[in-house]
């Protein structure tokens, strides 16, 4: 268990901006920062963080919270471990109470399997630089082989798995780690007579998530046996999905937010000497065919992308068809060819940092273009191949969102292929049509779904109604809580004392709902509205930060969604010019109104089920209860009248 005031000081250190740049590239628009969403797929930016408020919203997918809630999410955290990310980001020194047993258990199969893959990445390490075995073969290779330096072998936490059977295995079933971990994370092989090391006799190359966390391992072996295969990694687990994550993201996130321009190379090797030739911002796709989710994960730190290929003409051929996808996305994509028989890790090694940035800068091109090139020397004299890389290349130019840059390229691909620049917007234009139709339907599809889940929620849950028909009021009304609580309403004369008392808006607030013997209906805005309640009978401080920084997520995450939401402004028109009244200006007249106005609905909501069950006890002949209801009727009346008088005669129905 971590010590309140230690979590406050992790609170308090985390500074929200900070946090989430390490994830997403922030701009500034106005007193918030805005990027593109990392928990949905948003070609328009609606992401919203507030250093200010400390807090972050997206209006697309409705995700909000703290600096807290957001490693959490991101990261699939638990609480107090996300809490421990922090700790580690800011050097504050986390000190545990001793957990019980429940609480050991507790701890997520997930964060288990990243501990085990820690343990596991510092055992190869180790083996690489120490063991004699490791320093002979796989750090020779390393070193001397391939010439990275040992910085560079440090930073990438690059290891070596003896030649042994289960060495790994021993060494962490022997320091306390189950062997059930250790096959989920693939590390181990077990079958049913036996158990072995997945790495055995391979240099290892550690995979690590967006924040440097070790979730996987890459190895090459380096005998000679054709029957062994030269690359192996890791196999999908509950925290590595090869189709979702880059190689080297983590140590080039900075420098392509930096440089906004990230590289795409194929392997591990590459991205190491690129780094070695002081090319930090390059990823690799690990071999693996480009997919969405990994472009959407460079997209998220720039929106510029050069892919480097090797002089492997069908291999490049193979590897197009991926691309689409980028374009679709909306990025910018230029691509380099090395020279024949050259790939970035051997020309990077020819070439000095200088000569090879420069290598680079000269002789990337955008993609559509060398694309066309590139298939229109395949397809000299050939009328058939001609007419298919026509369509090839409309079919990319389709995907491109933006309408000016469609057309540009349209104009280029159209004098390249010497082709009426109209046959190509035609044929574009169709494809795009097609796909918006497409698009549509399953869209209408998908919708179709979500209300008839939707419905079939409501009908199960009548509660629901209930609850969401007082949705506005209460909202509004956390909301005046949550942005003016502590400043000061109204003054009052205490009968007891006859001393003047200043009345805080939320004690005012909290004394009208209760003193009608009112409760709010929907259960987060309950929450809120309950700990108001609490830290004025304790007369502690109830400012934003307290609801923000929550360890109840769900008081958090409504606390965000509220706080984030920006609310106009009054003009009011007065001799000599215009002037601002701000909300706060105001409070003496909204606070009483919006009190007034909630408790009025309430009525009218009861009126309803009291006429009801009038009407039902009328059927079944029961007068004591009819008029029991009746008088109960009346009552309500008169009080609904008491409220329109204070509304100015205006009645809510």
């Known amino acids: 268990m971590i010590d309140q005031p230690t979590i406050q000081r992790i609170h308090d250190a985390s500074e929200i901006i900070d946090v989430i740049s390490d994830y997403v590239?922030?701009?500034?628009?106005?007193?918030?920062?805005?990027?593109?969403?990392?928990?949905?797929?948003?070609?328009?930016?609606s992401f919203t963080v507030s250093g200010a408020k400390g807090i972050y919203k997206c209006f697309g997918c409705g995700k909000g919270g703290n600096a807290v809630n957001f490693i959490m999410d991101i990261e699939h955290l638990t609480y107090p471990d996300a809490l421990k990310h922090l700790a580690k980001k800011y050097h504050i020194e986390v000190k545990e109470a001793e957990q019980t047993q429940e609480q050991i258990d507790f701890a997520t199969e997930r964060e288990s399997l990243m501990i085990v893959s820690d343990f596991a990445q510092?055992?190869?390490?180790?083996?690489?630089?120490?063991?004699?075995?490791?320093?002979?073969?796989?750090?020779?290779?390393?070193?001397?082989?391939?010439?990275?330096?040992?910085?560079?072998?440090?930073k990438f936490q690059l290891g070596y798995s003896p030649d042994q059977k289960d060495a790994l295995t021993k060494e962490a079933q022997e320091n306390g780690y189950k062997l059930e971990y250790l096959v989920k994370t693939g590390?181990?092989?077990?079958?049913?007579?036996?158990?072995?090391?997945r790495f055995s006799s391979r240099v290892i190359f550690p995979i690590h998530n967006v924040s440097g966390r070790v979730i996987a391992f890459g190895g090459r072996t380096l005998k000679t046996d054709k029957n062994i295969a030269k690359y192996l990694n890791s196999?999908?687990?509950?925290?590595?999905?090869?189709?979702?994550?880059?190689?080297?993201?983590?140590?080039?996130?900075?420098?392509?937010?930096?440089?906004?321009?990230?590289?795409?190379?194929?392997?591990?090797?590459?991205?190491?000497?690129?780094?070695?030739?002081?090319?930090?911002?390059?990823?690799?796709?690990?071999?693996?065919?480009?997919?969405?989710?990994?472009?959407?994960?460079?997209?998220?730190?720039?929106?510029?992308?050069?892919?480097?290929?090797?002089?492997?003409?069908?291999?490049?051929?193979?590897?197009?068809?991926?691309?689409?996808?980028?374009?679709?996305?909306?990025m910018d994509v230029k691509v380099l060819l090395f020279p024949d028989g050259e790939d970035p890790d051997s020309y990077s090694r020819k070439l000095s940092s200088s000569e090879f940035l420069?290598?680079?800068?000269?002789?990337?091109?955008?993609?559509?273009?060398?694309?066309?090139?590139l298939l229109a020397e395949d397809s000299k004299n050939d009328p058939i191949k001609k007419v298919q890389l026509i369509t090839d290349i409309v079919e990319s130019v389709a995907m491109i969102p933006d309408t000016i840059r469609r057309s540009v390229y349209?104009?280029?691909?159209?004098?390249?292929?010497?082709?009426?620049?109209?046959?190509?917007?035609?044929?574009?234009?169709?494809?795009?049509?097609?796909?918006?139709?497409?698009?549509?339907?399953?869209?209408?599809k998908t919708e179709a779904t979500e209300n008839a889940e939707a419905i079939k929620k409501t009908i199960s849950s009548p509660n629901i109604i209930r609850e969401t028909q007082f949705e506005v009021e209460e909202q509004e009304i956390i909301r005046l809580l949550l942005n003016y609580g502590e400043k000061i309403l109204v003054k009052e004369i205490n009968e007891a004392t006859n001393e003047e008392i200043e009345i805080t808006t939320a004690a005012y607030i909290i004394r009208e709902i209760l003193k009608d013997?009112?409760?709010?209906?929907?259960?987060?805005?309950?929450?809120?509205?309950?700990?108001?309640?609490?830290?004025?009978?304790?007369?502690?401080?109830?400012?934003?930060?307290?609801?923000?920084?929550?360890?109840?997520?769900?008081?958090?995450n409504t606390a965000a969604d509220i706080l984030s939401k920006v609310y106009p402004l009054s003009k009011i028109h007065a001799a000599g010019g215009v002037f601002i009244e701000l909300e706060e200006m105001k409070l003496e007249r909204i606070v009483p109104k919006t009190i007034i106005e909630y408790k009025n609905k309430v009525i009218l909501s009861r009126m309803k089920d009291v006429f009801a069950q009038m009407l039902k006890a009328?059927?079944?002949?029961?007068?004591?209860?009819?008029?029991?209801?009746?008088?109960?009727?009346?009552?309500?009346?008169?009080?609904?009248?008491?409220?329109?008088?204070?509304l100015g005669g205006r009645i809510i129905v």
């Not at 590239?25 to 990392?38: D, E, I, V, W, Y």
């Open 410 to 444: 349209i104009k280029e691909c159209s004098t390249i292929m010497d082709i009426s620049e109209d046959i190509l917007l035609s044929e574009v234009n169709k494809r795009r049509r097609k796909s918006a139709q497409k698009d549509k339907e399953e869209r209408e």
């Open 517 to 556: 013997e009112l409760e709010l209906t929907i259960p987060r805005y309950k929450k809120i509205f309950d700990e108001f309640q609490q830290l004025i009978m304790d007369n502690q401080s109830y400012s934003q930060k307290h609801f923000v920084n929550h360890e109840d997520n769900e008081i958090t």
């Open 187 to 197: 590390l181990t092989v077990q079958k049913e007579t036996w158990t072995a090391d």
């Open 358 to 373: 420069s290598f680079i800068e000269k002789n990337e091109t955008d993609f559509i273009t060398f694309k066309t090139r």
């Open 122 to 154: 510092k055992f190869f390490t180790k083996t690489l630089f120490e063991h004699k075995e490791g320093r002979a073969i796989g750090f020779s290779y390393l070193h001397d082989h391939r010439g990275i330096s040992d910085a560079l072998i440090e």
């Open 235 to 330: 196999p999908e687990s509950e925290i590595y999905s090869k189709s979702k994550i880059l190689y080297g993201l983590f140590f080039a996130k900075k420098t392509i937010i930096q440089k906004d321009k990230c590289y795409l190379v194929e392997g591990y090797t590459d991205v190491i000497s690129m780094h070695q030739a002081s090319v930090e911002n390059v990823v690799a796709s690990s071999g693996t065919s480009l997919t969405v989710e990994q472009i959407r994960q460079i997209k998220r730190f720039t929106n510029n992308l050069t892919i480097l290929y090797d002089g492997d003409f069908a291999g490049i051929k193979a590897s197009l068809r991926g691309i689409n996808l980028v374009l679709e996305e909306g």
């Open 618 to 646: 009328q059927e079944t002949g029961d007068k004591v209860l009819f008029e029991e209801l009746q008088q109960s009727y009346i009552a309500f009346t008169e009080l609904k009248k008491q409220l329109s008088e204070l």
């Open 25 to 45: 590239t922030l701009k500034r628009r106005g007193a918030n920062h805005l990027g593109l969403c990392p928990f949905h797929n948003e070609k328009t930016p």
